[in-house]
């Protein structure tokens, strides 16, 4: 009997046309939802599901480098309250960056995806990694000012 695989099993990757045993088929990789009968309408509809998700991590990635090159350019000022000597009461936490980022360009990224080594706890200039995609990372210039 010929399956197509839709996840990997031993000796197989997704996508894979193969001949099995009938009772391994009907008994393993169906009720698991492993595979699925191969004909020729399943197959293209394989295809093109595959197409489609390919189609969109190729525009996510094309998103990713417009948006490093947008940041790459971009300075962010944050104010904090701050004491004697520019020391902050507090630090610049990653969605303070990420709300001011927010604001200033309208760029939208998820907290979780700013990295500030070390933390911010004075005043002046810093940098910090955001993480676009899987790919990409960007550095983003912040200035810490005085409220």
Same mark, same amino acid.
């Given at each position: 009997?010929? /399956?197509? $695989? %839709?996840?990997?099993v031993a000796g197989t990757r997704a996508g894979d046309v193969k001949d099995v045993a009938p009772g391994y088929a009907r008994n393993y990789l169906f009720p698991k939802h492993l595979a699925v009968v191969a004909d020729e309408r399943t197959i293209d509809q394989v295809r093109r599901r595959e197409e489609a998700v390919r189609r969109r991590a190729e525009k996510a990635l094309e998103d990713a480098r417009e948006l490093a090159q947008r940041i790459r350019k971009l300075t962010v000022t944050i104010y904090a309250k701050a004491g004697e000597a520019g020391r %902050? $009461?507090?630090? /610049?936490t990653n969605a303070d960056v990420a709300t001011q980022l927010k604001r200033e360009a309208g760029i939208d990224v998820d907290k979780r995806k700013i990295e500030i080594e070390p933390a911010i706890r004075s005043l002046g200039p810093h940098e910090v990694k955001v993480e676009l995609h899987s790919d990409i990372s960007e550095t983003l210039k912040i200035v810490v000012a005085a409220q």
């Open positions: 009997m010929k /399956v197509l $695989f %839709l996840q990997e %902050l $009461f507090g630090t /610049v």
